[in-house]
């Protein structure tokens, strides 16, 4: 059997297939985030538990020989760790909001435009940039003490195959230092940032991706074990995009639109990023936005509703909401994709006595499938699209998008992120996989051609609404709020 590890923001999942790509068992272990005050952090230990504890329940369970696993895990975000891949501190994730003003700063002095120019990658608080930047400005000993700045599948792979240094992939270095034409680092990024002096803590590139064999924690001692690509991408590999303008909707925690491409455009709008992928001149043009089930989560919380009532609660309120409008934004670092903009917050518009939970928990779904078309339009996406994700369980919300975003939708189900990393791995060990197999869509779901031409023109409304929340964001808190922090 092929094993996938996809150590994810909240869950660790590994998922055991056969040779044809059937899903033969899955399990998963709950990981915690600590938010506060715009930090959100991981215990790196804990994490690793996690990722032995789901692998070695599934292969005690399932008792067949392992022939191949493949990792993945959540991007960005930085995790310092030591020569042996420990922990030198907590892991600060990708959610983390405390850098914010040094984005603001950048987009301020022309530094955040400089970067995109070179990299095709427009930076947020919470990846390594302006992290490592943050860092070197308020905890300066812990850079000294690291070895390592990784990515969160890196530390992993180390851990599990004791490798004697830490090794990341092309598509994780692509934020925010890596050359999408050389697929090597630009130290000039690193001069732009401020961090030439901390050079040193980039880890290797392995372009193609790094293999290693498993020392015997989790995965079986001997098992050959391949790093790579993140969960993005590894997506993308699982859900079969890999055509230029076919593109994959992840509804997940982070609302991730990619549309693959064999073409560099660094010259559009400073927003989202170019991913480099195992083939070189194939990138994917991703708008992995802070809007997701996230905001969804909150609303649902916050009225009181469950999960297992979503069909229902979306079935009681029709389209457009009574009139109720969410704009989606809820993360502590604001928006990343298709724009940056640090200080947004989440708006609700329309509210009144006679609003219900079915009407707020509609308008956000409503607000999310906006906010997934203007990044899936910004990506370019030209051919088919296929979705994925936790919020493709819901048949109702499944429907509602694909009216919002006007087009049939390939849902790939099961755990295509750990799918995408046996099909990755496969292709650096040579092992022959039937593609189209491993990637056929469960379903395709069709829009209907009424509410679709409805929400065409709400889609519109909802560009005219984000434009004026832009403008309010730009100028700040009121004297009476902000966040606090450096």
Not at 22 to 46: I, K, S, T
Not at 167 to 183: H, I
Not at 394 to 404: E, F, H, Q, Y
Not at 406 to 433: D, N, S, T
């Amino acid at each position: 059997m092929y094993i996938g590890i996809d150590v994810g923001t909240s869950l660790v999942k590994a998922a055991a297939f056969d040779r044809a790509g059937r899903q033969l068992g899955v399990e998963a272990r709950p990981v915690e985030l600590a938010v506060r005050y715009g930090a959100v952090e991981q215990d790196m230990r804990a994490v690793y538990a996690a990722v032995v504890g789901a692998v070695r329940a599934l292969t005690g369970r399932l008792e067949q020989p392992v022939e191949l696993a493949g990792l993945t895990g959540q991007g960005d975000g930085v995790w310092l760790v030591d020569a042996a891949g420990r922990p030198v501190r907590e892991a600060i994730s990708w959610m983390d909001g405390r850098a914010h003003r040094l984005v603001d700063e950048w987009l301020a002095d022309g530094t955040f435009e400089a970067v995109f120019r070179r990299t095709g990658s427009a930076m947020f608080p919470g990846c390594p940039g302006p992290l490592l930047a943050w860092l070197d400005r308020h905890e300066p000993t812990s850079l000294d003490r690291a070895a390592a700045a990784v990515y969160c599948k890196d530390m992993v792979f180390q851990r599990l195959t004791g490798a004697e240094r830490a090794v990341t992939d092309v598509s994780d270095a692509s934020m925010p230092f890596l050359d999408p034409r050389t697929r090597r680092y630009d130290d000039g990024v690193t001069e732009l940032l401020g961090l030439a002096h901390r050079r040193r803590l980039l880890p290797a590139i392995g372009d193609p991706v790094a293999t290693g064999e498993a020392t015997g924690e989790g995965l079986p001692a001997g098992t050959r074990l391949a790093n790579g690509p993140y969960d993005l991408p590894a997506c993308a590999l699982g859900a079969g995009v890999t055509a230029p303008g076919d593109g994959l909707l992840i509804v997940g925690t982070c609302l991730a639109s990619l549309v693959a491409t064999t073409e560099l455009d660094l010259a559009g709008e400073p927003a989202g990023l170019h991913i480099s992928t195992d083939r070189p001149g194939h990138w994917l043009r991703a708008m992995p936005a802070m809007v997701g089930t996230a905001a969804l989560d909150w609303v649902l919380a916050t009225t009181g509703a469950r999960h297992q009532e979503l069909d229902a609660l979306l079935a009681e309120a029709p389209p457009g909401s009574s009139g109720v409008r969410v704009l989606p934004y809820f993360a502590p670092s604001g928006e990343r994709a298709p724009f940056v903009e640090p200080g947004l917050r989440a708006e609700l518009l329309g509210v009144s006595l006679e609003t219900r939970p079915t009407h707020l928990v509609r308008a956000t779904c409503e607000g999310i499938g906006y906010a997934a078309r203007h990044c899936l339009t910004a990506a370019g996406l030209t051919g088919t699209l296929a979705v994925c994700g936790g919020g493709t369980r819901s048949p109702a919300w499944t429907r509602l998008l694909a009216d919002v975003l006007g087009r049939p939708l390939r849902v790939v189900e099961g755990e295509v992120g750990a799918r995408g990393a046996v099909l990755a791995a496969a292709g650096r060990y040579g092992v022959p996989l039937d593609t189209a197999a491993w990637t056929g869509p469960a379903r395709v779901v069709e829009p209907d051609p009424d509410r679709a031409a409805y929400y065409a023109k709400g889609y519109e409304e909802h560009l005219e609404l984000l434009a004026r929340a832009r403008e309010r964001a730009r100028r700040g808190p009121g004297p009476f709020g902000g966040l606090t922090g450096c």
